[in-house]
């Protein structure tokens, strides 16, 4: 396995290269705001190093972080869909290093070129499937004090 | 005599969460030898019961330590115990961590809760043999920062070299590190498929993912040490319990390889 | 050869011996095991009707002893109990002291062990004994035990050990082995030693050498009941459908049935399954453990933190089945099914393991032509 990001692990190196002359470094100060919720989703990051927390507002207390997302991960994909707002909100935990992609030059890349379009929505597809199967799982609360736990 | 307890004495309880407890035990007389990472012990609480227990430690002069969560009677009794109270063990039972097959090749340690109990063993050893294994990691998922385990040990282990990912479910206030499932974190390891064996311990459905998580990532079946957990009444093979399909995990695990109880994992109720 | 006489000098003979002799005796209306103080208490002239779900005693009018076949109870009753006391254990001064039930096993000599329970014993030495742990309750009562076998000539309507390869011949393990013969020339029992001390029980029994002629007549009587078993298990792997039918829908229509109350179990003369019993006194300085038949039936059985694996009847049939016939190969080397046919008996709801087999059985043909 090679230390590509986990989106572009396995595209062909000429779509990779294709994708990567849209792409800039960017990188974030530790307590840095990527995006908050609500916002226009107009990029996305593949971290290259680093923890980003992605949270949600809640009144009255501090924003509770959901999840996190570090080296070789994908962050955000609300810039795929319409209305391309931001469902959560993004901070880096700690200085953090990125790859940055203008979402709409890269929309524009997958209509043109409808062959890297499929191949790179399919490996956004298959992440968001993971996350989602992840989440489920923590549904289950599954290390709670009534759970099945080997002992 | 396997099926009579043999007397330890705790020489040292500490609390390592709110519920589980780490016991030290010493043989009073005779003691069981042959522990390895990943067997178990018949733990019996006087008067309570027993309880399979993985040995979290292996220590010198024959001491042991078990790591016990309070879930039920006789893990609850077990927790209760102090320094210098009195235990009954049986053991060694089962098949432990192959870590033969593991040599040199890098170990990749994927724990869920108190799974990483039996896999901490395992940590030690590989630490303990610099030269025999190549890169090791520990990735742990547990609920919340205050249900960590060996919080102080695991800080030893990334001074030993070790890369050690923790990442929880339940982030309190202060909590720095990762947030999410803990397959989350084998996105985050360079992990070489060819030459990578994963030792998993956790609650079942944890372990399934994990596994799925590992063949995806080009890992093959046999290159995935499972440990599982079933009923447990003897020990030793005798009383049926601890059936999964072909197997007795109290004599055929309770550590397989994944290439051996994949199919028997997706059959509800086996 | 010997005849009635020989058989009561060999309960007098094994009791000489130290031996408890235990064998087939009428009591309540079964063929029930235990204790003989003398061959008079054998079932003379009692045979029995067998179907799913039912069990009549039945007077014969040729005196034969054995031709009754597998009554509700097998020997490891004797050899593997249903409630063992397993140790003790006080707390003295703050010390546990821990002490094996030392108890000398009884000596048995069991009298009238039918070839498929003869093979149940061997399956059970090897599930109880052959393993890093053997057990030691099984192991000293075994190991004492004077082995009668009897070859059956008169196979009951829910036998199938013809099928199963485990009779009516007697396999290997007997100390002695009889073949009992009733006919114009009387009442009379063809008997071989099996080991040394079979052959010096022999030795002291009032008999004389077999005659060719008996010795047809026997082994055309144990051939020809090969030919009369009431049932049959189909004739394919066993091993291999138990693996393949998890899925089956066959499974739910046997849980409709099955009342889960685990008779088959306590009748199996090969099922072991045990759990345990944790007992204190009122000082709570006396412990005991106590190791008891346990029923993979029961919800317990799998019992984890949460709740038991096996919820469904559906499931805990399953389980049984398929270790009985199939997964007990991959743990011990062997099925564990002898053909002795009490599961049908004793089942409440007549449920027929060999009925189930033969559908699973049906089920994978129809699965495999459909497919074609």
């Given at each position: 396995m090679t230390a590509w990001p986990l989106l572009l692990d396995t595209l062909p190196q000429v779509q990779r290269e294709r994708l990567f002359t849209l792409a800039g470094e960017r990188d974030f100060p530790a307590g840095g705001t990527l995006f908050d919720e609500g916002g226009v989703a107009d990029r996305f990051w593949l971290i290259r190093s680093g923890e980003v927390a992605l949270d949600v507002y809640v009144p009255g207390r501090r924003a509770q972080v959901v999840e996190t997302l570090g080296p070789r991960q994908q962050l955000g994909w609300s810039w795929i869909f319409p209305p391309y707002r931001w469902h959560l909100g993004a901070r880096a935990l700690c200085p953090v290093r990125t790859?940055?992609?203008?979402?709409?030059?890269?929309?524009?890349?997958?209509?043109?070129?409808?062959?890297?379009?499929?191949?790179?929505?399919?490996?956004?597809?298959?992440?968001?499937?993971?996350?989602?199967?992840?989440?489920?799982?923590?549904?289950?609360?599954?290390?709670?004090?009534h759970g099945s736990v080997p002992s | 005599m396997t099926t009579v307890p043999v007397p330890y004495r705790?020489?040292?309880?500490?609390?390592?969460?709110?519920?589980?407890?780490?016991?030290?035990?010493?043989?009073?007389?005779?003691?069981?030898?042959?522990?390895?990472?990943?067997r178990f012990a018949m733990v019996y609480a006087f008067g309570v019961g027993e309880v399979p227990i993985s040995v979290s430690a292996i220590g010198g002069g024959h001491r042991l330590v078990h790591t016990v969560r309070a879930i039920g009677a006789v893990t609850g009794a077990l927790c209760r115990l102090r320094a210098g109270d009195a235990v009954g063990l049986r053991g060694p039972y089962g098949v432990g961590w192959d870590l033969d097959a593991a040599a040199g090749s890098?170990?990749?340690?994927?724990?869920?809760?108190?799974?990483?109990?039996?896999?901490?063993?395992?940590?030690?050893?590989?630490?303990?043999?610099?030269?025999?294994?190549?890169?090791?990691?520990?990735?742990?998922?547990?609920?919340?920062?205050?249900?960590?385990?060996?919080?102080?040990?695991?800080?030893?282990?990334?001074?030993?070299?070790?890369?050690?990912?923790?990442?929880?479910?339940?982030?309190?206030?202060?909590?720095?590190?990762?947030?999410?499932?803990?397959?989350?974190?084998?996105?985050?390891?360079?992990?070489?498929?060819?030459?990578?064996?994963?030792?998993?311990?956790?609650?079942?459905?944890?372990?399934?993912?994990?596994?799925?998580?590992?063949?995806?990532?080009?890992l093959p079946a046999h290159r995935i040490q499972v440990s599982l957990e079933r009923n447990m009444r003897c020990g030793t093979g005798h009383c049926g319990h601890c059936q999964l399909g072909p197997l007795l995990l109290c004599r055929d695990g309770p550590v397989v390889g994944y290439h051996r109880t994949r199919s028997l994992l997706a059959v509800r109720e086996l | 050869m010997i005849g009635r006489d020989g058989l009561t000098a060999l309960v007098e003979v094994l009791r000489a011996r130290g031996y408890t002799v235990v064998g087939p005796t009428v009591q309540d209306g079964a063929i029930v095991l235990r204790e003989l103080e003398s061959a008079a208490q054998l079932p003379y002239g009692w045979g029995v009707d067998l179907e799913a779900g039912q069990y009549r005693l039945r007077p014969r009018t040729d005196g034969a002893a054995f031709a009754n076949a597998a009554g509700p109870q097998s020997w490891k009753t004797f050899l593997h109990p249903a409630r063992v006391r397993q140790w003790t254990a006080e707390r003295v001064d703050g010390e546990l002291?821990?002490?094996?039930?030392?108890?000398?096993?009884?000596?048995?000599?069991?009298?009238?062990?039918?070839?498929?329970?003869?093979?149940?014993?061997?399956?059970?030495?090897?599930?109880?004994?052959?393993?890093?742990?053997?057990?030691?309750?099984?192991?000293?009562?075994?190991?004492?035990?004077?082995?009668?076998?009897?070859?059956?000539?008169?196979p009951g309507g829910t036998c199938f050990c013809a099928s199963m390869g485990t009779g009516p011949a007697a396999g290997p393990g007997y100390d002695l082995v009889m073949t009992e013969l009733v006919d114009d020339a009387g009442h009379r029992f063809w008997i071989r030693g099996g080991s040394p001390e079979g052959t010096d029980v022999l030795a002291e029994l009032p008999g004389e050498p077999a005659s060719e002629a008996l010795r047809t007549a026997a082994v055309h009587a144990v051939a020809s009941a090969a030919g009369r078993m009431g049932r049959t298990m189909p004739d394919t792997d066993l091993h291999r459908l138990m693996a393949e039918t998890l899925d089956a829908p066959r499974w739910d229509d046997v849980a409709s049935r099955c009342l889960t109350c685990g008779n088959c179990t306590m009748v199996c003369p090969t099922c072991f399954c045990t759990t345990t019993e944790d007992v204190?006194?009122?000082?709570?300085?006396?412990?005991?453990?106590?190791?008891?038949?346990?029923?993979?039936?029961?919800?317990?059985?799998?019992?984890?933190?949460?709740?038991?694996?096996?919820?469904?009847?559906?499931?805990?049939?399953?389980?049984?089945?398929?270790?009985?016939?199939?997964?007990?190969?991959?743990?011990?080397?062997?099925?564990?099914?002898?053909?002795?046919?009490?599961?049908?008996?004793?089942?409440?709801?007549?449920?027929d393991i060999t009925e189930e087999a033969a559908a699973l059985h049906d089920w994978t043909r129809r699965a495999e032509d459909g497919a074609s």
């Amino acid at each position: 396995m090679t230390a590509w990001p986990l989106l572009l692990d396995t595209l062909p190196q000429v779509q990779r290269e294709r994708l990567f002359t849209l792409a800039g470094e960017r990188d974030f100060p530790a307590g840095g705001t990527l995006f908050d919720e609500g916002g226009v989703a107009d990029r996305f990051w593949l971290i290259r190093s680093g923890e980003v927390a992605l949270d949600v507002y809640v009144p009255g207390r501090r924003a509770q972080v959901v999840e996190t997302l570090g080296p070789r991960q994908q962050l955000g994909w609300s810039w795929i869909f319409p209305p391309y707002r931001w469902h959560l909100g993004a901070r880096a935990l700690c200085p953090v290093r990125t790859w940055e992609f203008p979402a709409a030059e890269v929309r524009e890349l997958c209509t043109a070129d409808t062959e890297l379009g499929y191949e790179l929505m399919l490996r956004c597809a298959a992440l968001i499937a993971d996350r989602l199967q992840a989440t489920r799982l923590r549904l289950l609360d599954l290390y709670a004090p009534h759970g099945s736990v080997p002992s | 005599m396997t099926t009579v307890p043999v007397p330890y004495r705790v020489t040292a309880a500490s609390a390592e969460t709110a519920d589980c407890v780490s016991l030290e035990v010493t043989p009073v007389g005779q003691a069981l030898p042959g522990f390895t990472p990943g067997r178990f012990a018949m733990v019996y609480a006087f008067g309570v019961g027993e309880v399979p227990i993985s040995v979290s430690a292996i220590g010198g002069g024959h001491r042991l330590v078990h790591t016990v969560r309070a879930i039920g009677a006789v893990t609850g009794a077990l927790c209760r115990l102090r320094a210098g109270d009195a235990v009954g063990l049986r053991g060694p039972y089962g098949v432990g961590w192959d870590l033969d097959a593991a040599a040199g090749s890098d170990v990749l340690v994927v724990a869920g809760g108190i799974g990483l109990a039996p896999l901490r063993p395992v940590v030690r050893h590989v630490l303990g043999h610099p030269g025999h294994y190549g890169r090791l990691r520990v990735l742990i998922g547990t609920r919340a920062p205050e249900d960590l385990l060996y919080r102080e040990e695991l800080a030893h282990w990334r001074r030993a070299a070790a890369q050690v990912e923790v990442t929880v479910d339940r982030p309190g206030p202060g909590w720095r590190g990762s947030v999410g499932l803990v397959t989350t974190l084998l996105d985050r390891v360079d992990t070489r498929p060819d030459r990578t064996t994963a030792l998993v311990c956790g609650p079942e459905v944890m372990i399934r993912h994990t596994a799925r998580a590992l063949l995806a990532r080009g890992l093959p079946a046999h290159r995935i040490q499972v440990s599982l957990e079933r009923n447990m009444r003897c020990g030793t093979g005798h009383c049926g319990h601890c059936q999964l399909g072909p197997l007795l995990l109290c004599r055929d695990g309770p550590v397989v390889g994944y290439h051996r109880t994949r199919s028997l994992l997706a059959v509800r109720e086996l | 050869m010997i005849g009635r006489d020989g058989l009561t000098a060999l309960v007098e003979v094994l009791r000489a011996r130290g031996y408890t002799v235990v064998g087939p005796t009428v009591q309540d209306g079964a063929i029930v095991l235990r204790e003989l103080e003398s061959a008079a208490q054998l079932p003379y002239g009692w045979g029995v009707d067998l179907e799913a779900g039912q069990y009549r005693l039945r007077p014969r009018t040729d005196g034969a002893a054995f031709a009754n076949a597998a009554g509700p109870q097998s020997w490891k009753t004797f050899l593997h109990p249903a409630r063992v006391r397993q140790w003790t254990a006080e707390r003295v001064d703050g010390e546990l002291v821990i002490e094996a039930d030392d108890t000398p096993p009884p000596r048995f000599a069991f009298l009238g062990v039918r070839s498929c329970d003869l093979r149940a014993v061997a399956v059970q030495d090897r599930v109880l004994t052959a393993g890093p742990h053997p057990d030691p309750t099984y192991r000293g009562r075994r190991s004492g035990a004077f082995l009668v076998a009897v070859e059956c000539t008169e196979p009951g309507g829910t036998c199938f050990c013809a099928s199963m390869g485990t009779g009516p011949a007697a396999g290997p393990g007997y100390d002695l082995v009889m073949t009992e013969l009733v006919d114009d020339a009387g009442h009379r029992f063809w008997i071989r030693g099996g080991s040394p001390e079979g052959t010096d029980v022999l030795a002291e029994l009032p008999g004389e050498p077999a005659s060719e002629a008996l010795r047809t007549a026997a082994v055309h009587a144990v051939a020809s009941a090969a030919g009369r078993m009431g049932r049959t298990m189909p004739d394919t792997d066993l091993h291999r459908l138990m693996a393949e039918t998890l899925d089956a829908p066959r499974w739910d229509d046997v849980a409709s049935r099955c009342l889960t109350c685990g008779n088959c179990t306590m009748v199996c003369p090969t099922c072991f399954c045990t759990t345990t019993e944790d007992v204190t006194d009122l000082t709570g300085n006396h412990a005991e453990r106590w190791r008891v038949w346990d029923v993979c039936f029961n919800l317990d059985f799998s019992y984890l933190p949460g709740g038991p694996v096996r919820a469904s009847p559906r499931s805990r049939y399953r389980q049984w089945l398929t270790h009985k016939l199939g997964t007990w190969y991959d743990q011990f080397g062997s099925s564990g099914c002898v053909g002795c046919g009490r599961c049908v008996v004793w089942c409440p709801v007549a449920i027929d393991i060999t009925e189930e087999a033969a559908a699973l059985h049906d089920w994978t043909r129809r699965a495999e032509d459909g497919a074609s």
